[in-house]
């Protein structure tokens, strides 16, 4: 306790990673600062802490100091990922997502999970025949699915990969744009095209794509086929009618594992029409050989806005669906 009756820690923190933990210009020191109403101050390699919340903030900057002596960059993201985490179950072993390396893009980058929810989700698809992968934009559902699609396929464990997506507009809508059907459907395709060449490199994709041994193609031509020894990513598919969905489901051949990713707040069929996401995972629910990761707001990996935004559509949605909600009749004594 200080003089005032306050709280008082005093951490060490290797000189190399002082920075790295408190930001530029001290801006991760003042975001915990502010969140827990303490006071930090660096003298040397020893950080004092003040407050009542102290403890709290002491943990979380030990957390961020764990990260930091193993080379990775405190960014504001994991900051506000790390305090928002501090009462979850399982935040001890928060640091075992950085040990979880899935991958190596073709510039050098470690691709792992950055998240818990992520960690999860990454076992899953590693324990599991089919996982859905279910959350908002940004959480890393689809980059961390190729990720390891790749692994698989580059440890021989399938013999290919196969990525769709269901082009919902690829009829009328789309009739005016030139080219044939590949060329149509193309655009709807390109972030997944994306990842791959940020993943493996442009040049290898293209060798695997002219082998048949990476495909990219819409959702409409897996239709009769059976899918062995494959990695298959379904993307987008809060897009698929149940029709599509029990068609895509039914591929699954011998040796293959698949992992169905989307975001059941931003389904684009026409009104009226059925979710196959929704409704594959109320019938496929406790099936056994099938995973469900639901990742949420916490495992945006974006930029730390992309977070604020989806709580705040969160937000009105739930005021929204309580305005809409019927009232409850009242009824007066006579």
């Known amino acids: 306790m200080d003089q005032h009756g306050q709280k008082r820690i005093t951490i060490e923190l290797y000189n190399g990673i002082i920075g790295n933990v ?83 893009t073709v510039s050098g980058k470690v691709v792992r999970p950055k998240t818990m929810g992520q960690k999860r989700y990454v076992d899953q698809i590693r324990k599991e025949t089919a996982v859905f992968g279910v959350g908002p934009a940004g959480t890393g559902k689809t980059y961390l699915a190729m990720a390891m699609a790749i692994t698989a396929f580059r440890s021989n464990n399938v013999n290919r990969i196969i990525l769709t997506r269901p082009a919902i507009e690829a009829g009328e809508k789309l009739g005016f744009l030139p080219g044939d059907l590949h060329a149509k459907v193309d655009p709807y395709l390109r972030p997944l095209y994306d990842a791959l060449h940020e993943i493996m490199g442009a040049e290898t994709f293209q060798k695997n794509m002219e082998k048949g041994l990476i495909e990219v193609a819409p959702l409409a031509y897996m239709r ?19 029709e599509q969905m029990k068609m895509f489901l039914t591929r699954i051949g011998f040796g293959s594992k698949t992992v169905i990713t989307g975001d059941i707040t931003q389904i684009d069929l026409p009104e009226g029409k059925r979710s196959g996401l929704v409704e594959a995972m109320r019938i496929l629910a406790g099936v056994e050989g099938i995973g469900v990761s639901m990742l949420t707001n916490k495992d945006v990996v974006r930029h730390p806005l992309v977070q604020r935004i989806i709580e705040a559509y969160e937000k009105h949605e739930a005021r929204a669906k309580r305005a809409s909600a019927p009232r409850r009749p009242t009824y007066k004594r006579k």
């Open 22 to 104: 408190f930001g530029r210009l001290d801006e991760n020191i003042k975001k915990i600062e502010n969140f827990f109403a303490v006071t930090i101050v660096n003298r040397g390699e020893n950080i004092l802490i003040s407050g009542a919340n102290a403890h709290k903030a002491e943990t979380v900057l030990k957390k961020l100091a764990a990260f930091a002596e193993k080379g990775e960059a405190i960014t504001e993201q994991r900051v506000n990922y790390i305090i928002a985490s501090l009462e979850d179950e399982g935040f001890n072993e928060i640091e075992k997502i950085n040990s979880d390396n899935i991958c190596i």
């Open 224 to 242: 009769g086929r059976t899918l062995d020894n494959a990695f298959i990513v379904l993307d987008e598919a809060q897009n698929t009618t149940p």
